[in-house]
Structure formats: C-alpha cells, structure tokens
C-alpha cells in the first residue's frame, strides 16, 4: 500500500511539472510573438502620430487609417485578390520552373568537371545581369501577358538553383564516395544514393532564396507592362497618387512571400526531416 501511494505521489508530482512546463513554454511563446509585434506596433504608433491632422504628409505618407480603408475596398471589390491571385501564379510558376530546372542542370554538372568549367563564366553572366534589364527583351519576346512574367520569375531563379545545387553535389563527403567504390557501385548509383540526398539541404535553401527572387521578376515585368497582378495595382495607384493603394500592394507582397517562404520551411522539414530530430 506505501509503494502504491509512493507511485500516485509521483504521478502527480511529474503531472504538476509537466503543466507547469506547458504553461512556462506557453508564456514564452507569448512573450516571444509581443517582441515580434512590438517593432510594428511602435512604426504603426509613430507613422499615425507624424501622418494625423497632416494633410500634406498624408498626400505623401498616406496613414494607418487610409491604409485600412483603402485595403477594405480592394478586399470588398475583389480587386487585390484577383491581383495577388495573378501574381502569385507568375512568381511560383517561375519559381517552380526555375527551382527544378536549376537543381537538375546543378547536380548533372557533377558528371563532368570539364563540362561544369565550361558553364560556369556562362552561369556566372546569367546571374549578375540585373533583372531590369532583360525585362524588355523579355516582354518583346514573349508578350504583355503571363508568360513574359513567368519567365522573368524562371530567369531570376535558374542561376541561384544552379550554383546552389552544383555545390551541394561538389560537397559530398569524400568518404561517402570511397565507400560506394569499394562496393562497386555505378556512377549513376552514386549520383541517386550518395550525391542526390546529400545535395537536398543545398536545393532547399536554393529554393528559400528563390522565393523573394521570383516574386521580384514577376513584379517587375508587371511593373513595367501588364494589365493585372500586384505590379500594375501598384504602378496604376502612383500614378494617380494614391499611396494607400500603393501601400497595400506592398502589404499584399510582403505577405504572400511569408506564405511561401513558410510552405517551403514546411516541404523542409518534410523532406530532411532528420535535421528536427
């Protein structure tokens, strides 16, 4: 009956330190989500202070207020989703083609050291081209619509995926390497078993770094000629001086990249799920 009554003891005492636990880490999520929030509540405070009863900095500055307003009415009128909905298809349609097709060219320069030192100066002008400028050829070529968003977003990425993967395939662990010899395996084995896996963490954080890159190609087609998406919203409230709208469309960018940068941190940690162990 004691070593009954020792164990119930127990019980409860490890029951009262685990909810003593859940509520520490609790408490500390909240306090880690209010210094998150605690920036933008101070720039939203500042911004309302310096921009209210100011119809001059309103006119350039716009405010929180007009911010909210302008953003009810879009919501309202479908116009911003329908807008969001359109650049976010250009931005992950090139960030697909561009994250996929840059990991596959990558990993397949580990094949051959002469063909990957010819492509590089080749990769290496690709990628310090700034986008901007290949914008217009990229619209004559392809149009005003879509595509010639699409394809910005591919070419803005392609290079990053490229590099990315090609290192992650040059980092293998020589060991790895000497271990699939001496058990005889092919080349092509040792492309898909050793060099693929290994490489995966490196075509991840291509793809993170692709996600701001994709947006920005397809924005910047948008920007300088489209009928929808959020770069015409933006371009078309500019130039009617509506900085509320303007403001929005950055909100509305600014989102949808979370969004995506947090799908990807998903695919993550589904993918290598041994790094969270």
């Given amino acids: 009956m004691v070593a009954i009554a020792h164990s119930n003891s127990e019980i409860k ?8 636990s ?20 101070i720039f ?14 309103q006119f350039i500055f716009s405010s929180p207020n007009q911010v909210a307003i302008a953003m009810t009415r879009l919501i309202a009128s ?19 083609m561009g994250t996929v097709g840059g990991a596959f060219i990558g990993l397949s320069l580990w094949y051959s050291q002469t ?10 002008a690709l990628s310090t081209i700034p986008i901007f400028a290949l914008a217009p050829i990229i619209i004559v ?28 395939a040059m980092s293998v662990e020589p060991r790895f390497l000497r271990l699939m010899q001496v058990v005889g395996a092919s080349r092509p084995q040792v492309f898909r078993l050793v060099v693929i896996p290994s490489s995966l963490i490196w075509v991840i ?18 920007f300088i000629s489209a009928e929808q998406g959020l770069g015409y ?28 940068t947090a799908l990807v941190e998903s695919i993550e940690k589904l993918v290598l799920r041994w790094k969270y162990i």
Wanted: hydrophobic content about 55%; overall charge neutral.
């Fill in 13 to 20: 005492n490890m029951d009262t330190m685990n909810s003593i």
């Fill in 22 to 41: 859940s509520a520490s880490n609790h408490k500390t999520k909240l306090q880690d989500a209010f210094l998150y929030l605690l920036p933008l509540i």
């Fill in 44 to 57: 939203l405070l500042v911004w309302s202070w310096f921009t209210e009863g100011h119809p001059q900095a």
């Fill in 78 to 96: 479908g116009e911003l989703m329908r807008n969001s909905a359109v650049t976010i298809f250009e931005a992950l349609t090139g960030f697909c």
């Fill in 115 to 124: 063909v990957a030192k010819i492509a590089k100066p080749y990769i290496t």
């Fill in 141 to 168: 070529w392809f149009g005003i619509g879509i595509w010639s968003k699409i394809m910005l977003a591919f070419i803005s990425t392609i290079s990053v995926a490229i590099v990315q993967s090609y290192q992650g």
């Fill in 205 to 222: 954080n291509a793809a993170k770094l692709n996600i701001g890159l994709a947006l920005l190609g397809a924005f910047i087609g948008e």
């Fill in 233 to 260: 919203m933006i371009v078309k409230a500019s130039g009617l001086y509506d900085m509320a709208t303007v403001i929005v469309g950055i909100i509305a960018l600014i989102i949808i990249a979370l969004v995506l």
